[in-house]
């Protein structure tokens, strides 16, 4: 049987990350699931994470962004997500295309028809069976972000754009909501857990 797929998404600073190592033991320690790989995107084969490098660091044009994106997902898929999922194994990724929809899209301004095309052409149908959007207000996402190390291309971004961002993931969770949970990420860490136990029990 395919494995589930399952993306963690949010604003820079909103905790997501945190959670994913806990998710993911928790589903290790359930019987009938031959393993669980934990991802990133961009990332997660050596040449994403060449390319997230050059994505997270350099200036570009905000099309050449969207593409470098998609063709470090392509190779995701192609390497890492739809073999482990053919394998039964369950695929846990820090990030998917609803970032692209949320930031190339909704924080850059990209119309939104053209990464429907890319979307179409890499993923060729493969959508997550679960994503989970980490929301927090953009006031704490800042004060998470405050003192953590330098921040990357994205991080350093205007409140506007962090705003546009949100809005753009949210918009996309209220579209999806049979794919999508919206979790209020501005709780402790235990409440936060407590909520995602009882989703990945419905899986
Ligand atoms: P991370 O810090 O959560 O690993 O994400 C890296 C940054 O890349 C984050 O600021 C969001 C951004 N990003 C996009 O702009 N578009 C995308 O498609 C992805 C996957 C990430």
Same mark, same amino acid.
């Given at each position: 049987?395919?494995? &589930?797929?399952?993306?963690?998404? $949010?604003? !820079?600073g909103a $905790? &997501?990350?945190t959670?994913?190592d806990?998710?993911?033991?928790r589903?290790?320690?359930?019987a009938?699931?031959?393993?669980?790989?934990? /991802?990133?995107?961009?990332?997660?084969?050596?040449l994403?994470e !060449?390319?997230?490098?050059?994505?997270?660091?350099? +200036?570009?044009?905000?099309?050449?962004?969207?593409?470098?994106?998609?063709?470090?997902?392509?190779?995701h898929?192609?390497?890492? =997500?739809?073999?482990?999922?053919a394998?039964?194994?369950w695929? =846990?990724?820090?990030? @998917? +295309?609803?970032? +692209?929809?949320?930031?190339? $899209?909704?924080?850059?301004?990209?119309? /939104?028809?053209?990464?429907?095309?890319?979307?179409?052409?890499?993923?060729? $149908?493969?959508?997550?069976?679960l994503?989970?959007?980490?929301?927090?207000?953009?006031?704490?996402?800042?004060e998470?972000?405050?003192?953590?190390?330098?921040?990357? &291309? @994205?991080?350093?971004?205007?409140?506007?754009?962090?705003?546009? /961002?949100?809005?753009?993931y949210?918009?996309?969770a209220?579209?999806?909501p049979?794919? @999508?949970?919206v979790?209020?990420? +501005?709780?402790? =860490?235990?409440?936060?857990?407590?909520?995602?136990?009882?989703i990945?029990?419905?899986l």
């Amino acid at each position: 049987m395919r494995g &589930k797929f399952i993306t963690f998404e $949010g604003i !820079d600073g909103a $905790g &997501k990350s945190t959670h994913i190592d806990w998710v993911a033991a928790r589903l290790r320690a359930r019987a009938g699931i031959p393993a669980v790989v934990t /991802t990133r995107e961009p990332g997660g084969t050596p040449l994403g994470e !060449d390319l997230r490098q050059l994505l997270l660091h350099r +200036t570009m044009h905000l099309e050449t962004e969207a593409l470098l994106m998609f063709a470090a997902r392509r190779e995701h898929i192609a390497e890492v =997500i739809d073999p482990a999922l053919a394998r039964g194994e369950w695929v =846990i990724s820090d990030r @998917f +295309t609803d970032a +692209t929809f949320a930031y190339q $899209g909704g924080g850059r301004g990209l119309p /939104t028809q053209r990464l429907e095309v890319l979307e179409d052409w890499v993923q060729a $149908g493969l959508q997550p069976d679960l994503t989970l959007l980490f929301d927090v207000p953009l006031e704490t996402a800042s004060e998470r972000l405050a003192g953590a190390r330098a921040p990357d &291309k @994205f991080e350093a971004e205007s409140r506007a754009f962090f705003q546009r /961002t949100r809005d753009e993931y949210l918009r996309r969770a209220a579209a999806a909501p049979g794919r @999508f949970r919206v979790i209020d990420a +501005t709780r402790s =860490i235990d409440a936060i857990r407590e909520e995602l136990e009882q989703i990945i029990a419905t899986l």
